[in-house]
């Protein structure tokens, strides 16, 4: 899909608050608020838009784990994924081959979603960062 400029203005907008109101997009961009309902269910229809979502305040602690795969990286990226405690993650070029972000309460939280993806059968190597507190 190309986005034209008032997409990318709209898709910003959501970026830094998925609750902002149409009414409210449409002011910023200048458009009717039918005209920006619509543009944001095509974006929606046309996987432009893959989800709302929320962050939370509630985990103190992030980590980030680099992995490697033990073959192929789609498969070990699909296992971490389905395991379902990474925040976000990543396949990325370089010397790894996914970025895992983990978020926890406490370090023993994070370790403990860490140890999980380290046994699993795909993964042949990881280096860990965890955060102490948030600036």
Do not use: H, P, Q
């Not at 910003?12 to 902002?20: M, Q, V």
């Not at 070029?93 to 140890?115: A, L, N, P, V």
Request: charged share 35%; net charge positive; glycine share 6%.
């Amino acid at each position: 899909m190309l986005l034209d400029e008032k997409n990318r203005k709209i898709l910003a907008i959501l970026k830094k608050n998925s609750r902002t109101t149409n009414i409210e997009i449409a002011k910023k961009v200048k458009m009717t608020e039918g005209a920006v309902r619509n543009r944001i269910s095509r974006l929606l229809k046309e996987g432009a838009i893959t989800r709302f979502t929320i962050e939370t305040s509630t985990a103190d602690r992030f980590g980030i784990l680099m992995a490697k795969a033990k073959g192929d990286t789609k498969r070990m990226m699909k296992d971490i994924s389905r395991l379902g405690t990474a925040k976000d993650s990543y396949e990325i070029s370089g010397e790894y081959d996914g970025c895992i972000i983990i978020e926890g309460e406490s370090i023993e939280e994070i370790d403990k979603k860490i140890d999980g993806i380290r046994k699993l059968k795909s993964v042949a190597e990881t280096r860990t960062f965890i955060s102490f507190r948030r600036w």
